[in-house]
């Protein structure tokens, strides 16, 4: 039996945690990119709650250097690599633009570079974004509906999503790009909506904050649970074929009512506590996201399990325990 072995870049993320272990589970031999950081203890904090830092093997490197992903591939001739390194917080990018573009966009064309050098036979998974499709185009969003790039983020994602393509049709290599729409978990950054909110939440019902301050919270997302779209990326890399996949549940939500439910949860209402900051607001929104995942469906068998009530309830119910030790 060919030996299983996977290079994750961003495995310190969110989504890198949920593979690490998902790929531990499967028997692989699980590897990961970390970038040095004078806090490297705060570097694995997610990789520590899933309780496996021990069971991956950590490469120090970054996405903008393409010497040490060369070395390291070398090294470790992986059969599997999911590239999940990004500057993935969309308002940041309008402040960092240049380094969103060379991380989240040339970034990916520097592993793209080094796979087809070093082992252009491996699977390759490039995580894209539902926030390529910025401005909507049409009312559901499949692989086929057109993009439009409102953040300097989404246009590098959209760069990387086409340098995949474009390294599958030029090179046969084996190079699926997953257009996954948010998902959340209780590993999820604060800065991020939905952490937020939970965290926010927890923190009223301790006591220790009075309000909760947002930016636009009529903005709809079609939001899942990190835990389940990490399976779909793995089913890609399974596939005789390398395609493009949109993953999403098919629901979308307003921030609004995202908020609503979390506060539900420990027995509040929203109405005392929040508080809408325009400093808050995004130079450009992309006001409504939804996708239809039926291609995954069908050729993945993969579809959405968990809800957007028990992924909330989960959210704050970990932020409560956090807040509490
Ligand atoms: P996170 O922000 O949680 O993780 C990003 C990861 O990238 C971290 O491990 C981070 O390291 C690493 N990273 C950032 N810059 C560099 C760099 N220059 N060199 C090496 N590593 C770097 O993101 P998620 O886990 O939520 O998302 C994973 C990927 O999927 C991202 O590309 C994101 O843009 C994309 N995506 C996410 C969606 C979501 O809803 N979560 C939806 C669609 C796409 P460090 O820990 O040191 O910061
Ligand atoms: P998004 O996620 O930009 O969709 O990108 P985020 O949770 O940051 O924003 C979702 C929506 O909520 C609105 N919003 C706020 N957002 C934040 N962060 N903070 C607030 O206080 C706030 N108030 C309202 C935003 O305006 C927006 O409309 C995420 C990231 O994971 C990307 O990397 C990924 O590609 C996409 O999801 C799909």
């Known amino acids: 039996m060919t030996e299983k072995k996977a290079f994750i870049t961003g495995i310190t993320g969110q989504d890198g945690a949920y593979l690490s272990q998902l790929l531990l589970n499967e028997g692989y031999e699980v590897h990961g990119l970390m970038r040095r950081s004078a806090s490297a203890?705060?570097?694995?904090?997610?990789?520590?709650?899933?309780?496996?830092?021990?069971?991956?093997?950590?490469?120090?490197?970054?996405?903008t250097d393409l010497s040490a992903l060369i070395r390291t591939l070398q090294e470790l001739q992986p059969t599997e690599i999911y590239n999940l390194a990004a500057q993935s917080f969309v308002k940041s990018s309008w402040q960092q633009p240049l380094l969103t573009g060379s991380v989240t966009g040339m970034g990916a064309a520097n592993v793209l570079?080094?796979?087809?050098?070093?082992?252009?036979?491996?699977?390759?998974?490039?995580?894209?974004?539902?926030?390529?499709?910025?401005?909507i185009q049409e009312p559901v969003q499949s692989e086929t509906t057109p993009f439009y790039p409102r953040s300097p983020y989404a246009a590098?994602?959209?760069?990387?999503?086409?340098?995949?393509?474009?390294?599958?049709?030029?090179f046969g290599m084996h190079a699926s790009s997953g257009i996954l729409f948010n998902h959340e978990s209780p590993l999820r950054g604060p800065e991020f909506v939905t952490r937020k909110v939970t965290d926010g939440v927890a923190r009223?019902?301790?006591?220790?904050?009075?309000e909760l301050r947002l930016g636009n919270i009529d903005a709809k997302r079609d939001w899942g649970h990190a835990r389940?779209?990490?399976?779909?990326?793995?089913?890609?890399?399974?596939?005789?074929?390398?395609?493009d996949y949109v993953v999403a549940t098919g629901r979308t939500t307003t921030v609004r009512d995202m908020c609503r439910i979390a506060f539900e949860h420990v027995g509040l209402t929203p109405?005392?506590?929040l508080v809408i900051d325009p400093e808050l607001f995004r130079p450009a929104e992309v006001d409504v996201l939804l996708g239809d995942a039926s291609k995954a469906k069908d050729r993945l068998g993969w579809q959405a399990e968990i809800t957007l009530e028990d992924m909330i309830a989960e959210m704050v119910d970990a932020d409560l325990a956090r807040l509490r030790q």
């Open 41 to 63: 203890h705060v570097a694995t904090n997610r990789l520590d709650w899933l309780g496996i830092t021990r069971d991956v093997h950590l490469h120090d490197g970054n996405l």
């Open 113 to 135: 570079e080094a796979v087809r050098i070093v082992c252009p036979e491996a699977r390759y998974y490039q995580a894209s974004s539902s926030e390529m499709y910025g401005l």
């Open 156 to 170: 590098a994602k959209l760069y990387a999503h086409w340098m995949t393509v474009n390294y599958r049709e030029s």
């Open 204 to 210: 009223i019902k301790l006591g220790l904050e009075s």
């Open 228 to 243: 389940d779209y990490v399976r779909a990326m793995w089913l890609m890399l399974q596939q005789d074929e390398p395609d």
């Open 271 to 273: 109405d005392a506590h």
